[in-house]
């Protein structure tokens, strides 16, 4: 369930890994990758591995696909954005065509960005089903993933792939898919780092109550694919 790793780095390098073998396996299986990448701080080091040799020159970085699983309605170039992030980690830094890299822009109208960028997916998958290679996902403190918050009315969500996520607290909105994409990925793996998760880690860890998931985290619960959790010894409590 848990695979837990001496710190941050070793967690980084772990999920690199995983990254690469997954990429060959949908490369060398269908011909490209569909990848979702997560925001948050936790990923960085994690995609700047992936930038760094040699995964920067063994992994086949004109076949696969980048989109977002979440991303703050700020400007592309603001420290918030889960773009920014992105592409100053990784995306800058390795050959994928411009066309393949597919990031949300909702600073304009988050509600015109939702709909936009479901159509892109739609576009992107071609009548094919859905399904994500690589789903990379973090966990608040609180239970969330993407920007799918306790509570919120997107975790109801049974038709839309992206809905306008508003947080109380946040200066700005949201966009993220839901669950009925996420869903259908074939491999999705949950990166936690850091003592602040390690209550809501043993949470999940504890499992899903008899009245059912009491977090989104939980809610991630693949028809057809592989779900693992990545975790430093902070996170997991040991
Ligand atoms: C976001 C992320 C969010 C993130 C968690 C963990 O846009 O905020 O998608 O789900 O993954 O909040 O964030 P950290 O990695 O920064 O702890």
Redesign the pocket.
């Known amino acids: 369930m848990i695979r837990v790793f001496a710190d941050a780095e070793e967690l980084a390098r772990g999920a690199a890994a995983l990254f690469a073998e997954e990429i060959s396996r949908a490369v060398t299986g269908r011909g490209r990758a569909s990848v979702l990448l997560?925001?948050?701080?936790?990923?960085r080091r994690t995609y700047e591995m992936l930038a760094g040799e040699p995964l920067r020159t063994t992994i086949p970085w004109d076949k696969i696909h980048f989109f977002w699983?979440?991303?703050?309605c700020v400007p592309a170039d603001d420290p918030r954005s889960?773009q920014a992030m992105a592409r100053e980690s990784l995306l800058d830094r390795v050959p994928v065509p411009p066309e393949n890299i597919h990031p949300i822009a909702c600073a304009d109208s988050p509600e015109q960005a939702a709909d936009a960028y479901q159509r892109e997916l739609q576009d992107h998958f071609a009548g094919d089903p859905p399904r994500f290679d690589l789903v990379f996902?973090?966990?608040?403190?609180d239970g969330?993933?993407?920007?799918?918050f306790p509570g919120s009315a997107a975790l109801a969500e049974q038709t839309l792939w992206t809905v306008v996520v508003h947080r109380p607290g946040d200066a700005f909105p949201?966009i993220?898919l839901t669950l009925p994409l996420l869903n259908q990925a074939r491999r999705l793996l949950f990166?936690v780092?850091?003592q602040?998760?390690s209550a809501m880690l043993a949470e999940i860890v504890r499992g899903v109550s008899a009245s059912g998931p009491l977090y989104p985290a939980q809610r991630v619960q693949l028809h057809n694919g592989e779900v693992s959790w990545f975790a430093d010894r902070a996170a997991a409590g040991c």
Request: proline share 4%.
């Open positions: 997560a925001g948050g701080e936790t990923p699983g979440d991303e703050r889960n996902l973090g966990l608040g403190a969330h993933t993407a920007s799918l949201r993220t990166l780092s850091g602040g998760k």
